[in-house]
């Protein structure tokens, strides 16, 4: 097992600040992007208690956006022939379906301990969602979402969520307590051409632009939701990429130089958003720390042709804080 939190254990989420190194924020000068085959070495935290969830840029080694991994609990897709609405993995929500249309519908307590949960693939949603467990979005049935826990390790608690319709403009839904059907929110999310994400706090009962455009990142570092042994959820720590045209092979142990060398158009290319993952590091229980494969090779091929190769160094700061990622990147 490589990983520390099980669902049936203490799942633990703690609060952090972010410290990235490499940054670039909305204030700062804009970084010209690296000439191939230069090494750059950068670092991003994810605080202390991987609270934050970090945007990065390969082509100029920065940290392009962060936001708390606890402010959204929804996401709508952008792609309007394929509309998707996925749940906070970050948090550990999870979402069931209850067979029916009646929004005010009564459950006991022991109707909603026997609920089926589900969690968003985190190969992505091309896999499946647990709002489109067949592929189509499940318009018009009350789903029952578990909000997760909040950086008091506390459950937040249950919410009544219906997909009401999806328009050409827009998606359209209301939710409301579990306990409470009548404090009914009704709200629409706007399709976004900006981003590939646009989230939603039910909390706010508004959509918050959270996502970068998906032309200034590539890689985001991240808590989530993975499935390890084939029947349990954890939540993990690693990198998704979720851009869709982004490509990613994990070139295990191959010698750099051979990687740098090969011919990486008959490369098996994957889209999955989990293809970078976690498991580049392993959880020592004896020792009670993780390790980093630092011998383990990673081919990107971003949506312009840019390819590079991504190593990881270290997962701890100089002071022994975890979620301190050193990574390498080198551009061909």
């Known amino acids: 097992m490589t990983e520390l939190l099980r669902t049936s254990a203490f799942v633990k989420l703690m609060c952090g600040t972010a410290i990235l190194f490499s940054g670039c924020f909305e204030h700062e000068l804009p970084i010209n992007p690296h000439p191939p085959g230069l090494a750059t070495s950068s670092a991003v935290n994810l605080g202390a208690d991987y609270a934050q969830r970090i945007y990065f840029d390969l082509p100029t080694a920065t940290a392009v956006a962060s936001h708390d991994k606890l402010a959204w609990d929804l996401a709508f ?67 029952i979402l578990d909000l997760g826990y909040d950086l008091n390790n506390s459950a937040l608690g249950l919410m009544r969520l219906m997909i009401d319709s999806v328009t050409a403009a827009a998606y359209h839904i209301c939710f409301a307590p579990i306990d409470q059907p009548d404090l009914v929110e009704v709200a629409s999310v706007p399709f976004d051409g900006d981003r590939l994400w646009l989230h939603f706090s039910l909390q706010a009962a508004s959509p918050i632009a959270l996502e970068p455009p998906p032309a200034q990142w590539q890689l985001l570092y991240t808590q989530y939701t993975a499935l390890l042994d084939g029947t349990t959820s954890y939540l993990v720590t690693g990198i998704l990429t979720p851009n869709p045209e982004l490509q990613v092979c994990d070139l295990g142990h191959l010698p750099l130089n051979a990687a ?17 993952g976690y498991d580049w590091k392993a959880y020592d229980f004896d020792l009670g720390a993780y390790s ?26 100089a002071t022994g804080a975890a979620g301190f990622i050193t ?5 061909r």
């Not at 909603?112 to 592929?135: F, K, N």
């Not at 312009?304 to 700061?317: A, C, G, T």
């Open 77 to 143: 897709s952008s792609e309007t022939a394929s509309p998707t609405v996925r749940i906070n993995s970050s948090r550990f929500c999870r979402l069931a379906r209850t067979a029916q249309s009646d929004f005010s519908a009564s459950f006991s307590e022991n109707a909603l301990s026997g609920l089926s949960w589900a969690h968003d693939a985190e190969e992505g949603p091309q896999t499946h969602t647990a709002s489109a467990p067949q592929g189509e979005l499940l318009i018009g049935e009350l789903l």
């Open 260 to 276: 740098l060398a090969a011919n990486w158009d008959s490369l098996q290319w994957s889209s999955q958003w989990n293809a970078i």
């Open 292 to 317: 980093v494969d630092t011998d383990r090779l990673f081919a990107i091929r971003t949506p312009d042709q840019r390819e590079f190769l991504l190593q990881f160094v270290d997962f701890y700061s």
């Open 327 to 331: 990574f390498t990147a080198v551009e």
